[in-house]
């Protein structure tokens, strides 16, 4: 089973599912001696297993993949309906499908859970909650080093019991979809280093560290805190490897986006991206309704994926770091 100890550089590089993630970038964090994730959410489970292999033949060294661990509430009809009827005018403009319904998905969790046990793979993470003991037995009985992506002690005390192997403390300056377990839940809102201290203190698990970073300094600093390592997302986002879109890229070093948030607007979930026409105009307006708000907006996302003011920036408060060079590259600079 994996250990962190195979590791000569402490970097995870952040699963960033949705598009940034490729076979390349995982591979690529992974042979720089780091350890590479690929974010399997939204993929099809023949889709992920055709992925798995595709990293296979692009390094022997370890690898994770993270999936969503899904949760239903009851649907909200009439703010999903409010919210939709906001959304028509740009729909409109932008000649964009807007579903008048949307059903509820688990995005097929429990037969990427069996893909990831029968490909054994190296490291299965969650976000958005953990798993029963019972899915983590059978990860482990195939092999699988199991961590959880935790905001909070509470949700790490969670996590422990259920019997992951590490954890993912994420603070609030992490770029992307916040980790809390629910969907309905507020924002804990801590920084990565009293997280991190808080998380270690509580489990005596191995906590790899999220959220911020943008140096070789803020890695010395979390590690010295007891990181058993430390993940960075957003620094990859520039990197030839990663499949952000051009206007992403752009965006990450133009003036005119200077400040990130998080939002509900693109997906019913807390996410952290730059400040945009999109998110300005509709943050304060999107209901906590996931996935379907994520559904509905799908289409005006791929009908202006060259327009950064509509499509979601997802980015860290230490975004300006990120630089337009090979992952290796970046992993070598963070080396403490």
């Not at 499908?97 to 990831?116: C, G, H, I």
Request: charged share 20%; aromatic share 6%; hydrophobic share 45%.
């Amino acid at each position: 089973m994996f250990s962190f100890d195979r590791l000569t550089v402490p970097i995870a590089g952040a699963p960033m599912a949705g598009g940034a993630s490729t076979s390349a970038l995982t591979a690529a964090v992974s042979n720089a001696g780091g350890l590479g994730f690929y974010g399997g959410a939204y993929l099809t489970p023949e889709r992920l297993r055709a992925t798995i292999n595709e990293i296979r033949t692009l390094t022997d060294a370890p690898f994770g993949v993270n999936l969503f661990v899904p949760e239903e509430i009851p649907f909200d009809e009439q703010a999903f309906t409010t919210y939709r009827d906001r959304l028509v005018p740009l729909a409109e403009r932008l000649d964009a499908p807007l579903p008048e319904n949307v059903a509820f998905t688990d995005d097929d969790f429990d037969a990427k859970v069996q893909v990831l046990i029968d490909e054994r793979v190296p490291v299965a993470s969650f976000t958005f909650g953990c798993p029963d003991a019972a899915t983590i037995d059978r990860l482990h009985a195939a092999d699988v080093f199991v961590a959880g992506t935790v905001t909070c002690v509470d949700e790490a005390l969670l996590a422990r019991e259920a019997g992951v192997d590490a954890l993912c403390a994420q603070g609030v300056s992490a770029g992307g979809h916040r980790g809390t377990f629910r969907i309905l839940d507020d924002d804990p809102g801590f920084d990565t280093l009293t997280l991190l201290t808080a998380v270690v203190d509580a489990t005596g698990l191995p906590v790899v560290a999220a959220g911020g970073v943008g140096s070789r300094a803020d890695v010395v600093a979390l590690i010295d805190a007891g990181a058993t390592a430390v993940q960075i997302g957003t620094l990859l986002l520039r990197c030839p490897e990663a499949g952000t879109k051009q206007a992403h890229r752009d965006a990450l070093v133009d003036p005119r986006f200077a400040e990130t948030a998080t939002t509900r607007a693109y997906s019913g979930r807390l996410a952290r991206g730059l400040v945009n026409d999109f998110i300005a105009a509709h943050t304060a307006a999107a209901p906590p309704v996931y996935p379907q708000i994520n559904t509905l907006t799908g289409g005006i996302r791929r009908a202006g994926s060259a327009d950064p003011e509509v499509i979601n920036l997802w980015a860290g408060t230490g975004f300006r770091a990120a630089q337009a060079i090979p992952a290796a590259e970046v992993v070598a600079a963070l080396r403490p």
